[in-house]
């Protein structure tokens, strides 16, 4: 039985305990919250053994197994450091930090303590995208032509809200851009060049983010975020026998739609939960065979994935500071 931690008691939290419970081998052992109350109206939801007011002190305690980490992004990596220097196995939640030299730092201290960590990209596990990486890497329907993927939502303003408050890392990339981008170092691999086109709100975040990855052999991807429009929240693979579309919205569990010979065919994947549940199998299973890294989602595609965003927070002129 795995004994998880949570640090964190948001939306996306809910989401992940919900499915903790969900799980015949592991339980919700402990919460964490700066919020005492917010904790145990957590903890009472979801049956959690003991919760805390303070962080560290769900990291110091000695019956938990793994900590997933909820927390805004801004606090990931301190939060992380905290989790490893007290020899506790994390699954932090996306994005892993605010920079690549957090992020390696973050891996650098995992290594030294010999414990697990993973980036939690739950969308990498769900059973419609490991399809699509199995049918890509099959070649049936021939070589990638063009990626198009998109992910945005309209919110509202709120100054003093995450996303669009730049003290806790606001804005549209880090925050949904992140997954188109995930989808084309997936699918396509790091690209030759970036490009980046922003529209910034009042507060100094990016609110929508226009993004062209280019690679060598001439593929390309087109992507889009947003925090202030709705848009498809697609991915469009197109290849040379046919057409891939991993339907909205395509982060999250979803279904498949093959266009291929002039016929559209449907590919619909059951989950009966949040979708969370599959990271957290993953997790656990490198848990029990003793693994300090994930063999999916690696340190490699971790520090890719933040080089990306790096780059294009470079090329778009956002600087948190």
Request: charged share 20%.
């Amino acid at each position: 039985m795995i004994k998880w931690g949570i640090i964190g008691c948001g939306k996306i939290a809910h989401k992940f305990a919900e499915d903790i419970c969900s799980l015949t081998n592991a339980t919700l052992f402990a919460v964490a919250s700066r919020d005492l109350n917010k904790a145990q109206a957590f903890g009472n939801t979801y049956e959690a053994q003991i919760c805390y007011g303070n962080y560290e002190e769900l990291a110091k305690d000695s019956n938990i197994d793994i900590i997933y980490i909820a927390t805004p992004h801004v606090f990931h990596y301190e939060n992380t450091l905290m989790c490893l220097k007290n020899k506790k196995a994390v699954l932090c939640e996306k994005p892993f930090a605010m920079s690549t030299d957090q992020v390696l730092e973050m891996i650098a201290v995992a290594k030294q303590n010999q414990v697990f960590l993973m980036e939690a990209l739950w969308t990498y596990f769900l059973p419609h995208y490991q399809y699509v990486l199995g049918l890509l890497e099959s070649k049936e329907l021939g070589k990638i032509k063009n990626l198009k993927a998109d992910f945005g939502f309209a919110t509202s303003f709120d100054p003093e809200g995450r996303l669009f408050n730049k003290k806790l890392g606001g804005g549209s990339v880090l925050d949904v851009g992140i997954y188109p981008l995930f989808a084309a170092l997936t699918i396509l691999g790091y690209p030759e060049d970036i490009k980046g086109k922003a529209t910034f709100g009042k507060t100094g975040v990016d609110e929508t983010c226009t993004m062209q990855l280019l690679y060598k052999n001439g593929v390309t991807a087109s992507l889009f975020s947003a925090i202030t429009q709705k848009t498809n929240t697609e991915a469009i693979i197109t290849l040379e026998n046919g057409t891939i579309i991993i339907n909205s919205r395509f982060h999250e569990p979803s279904s498949v739609t093959l266009l291929k010979d002039g016929k559209a065919e449907l590919l619909e994947f059951e989950v009966n939960t949040n979708g969370y549940n599959f990271e957290a199998i993953h997790a656990q299973k490198m848990l029990l065979q003793n693994r300090t890294e994930s063999t999916i989602m690696t340190f490699e595609k971790s520090i890719q994935l933040i080089q990306l965003l790096d780059a294009v927070r470079k090329e778009i002129g956002l600087d948190y500071g």
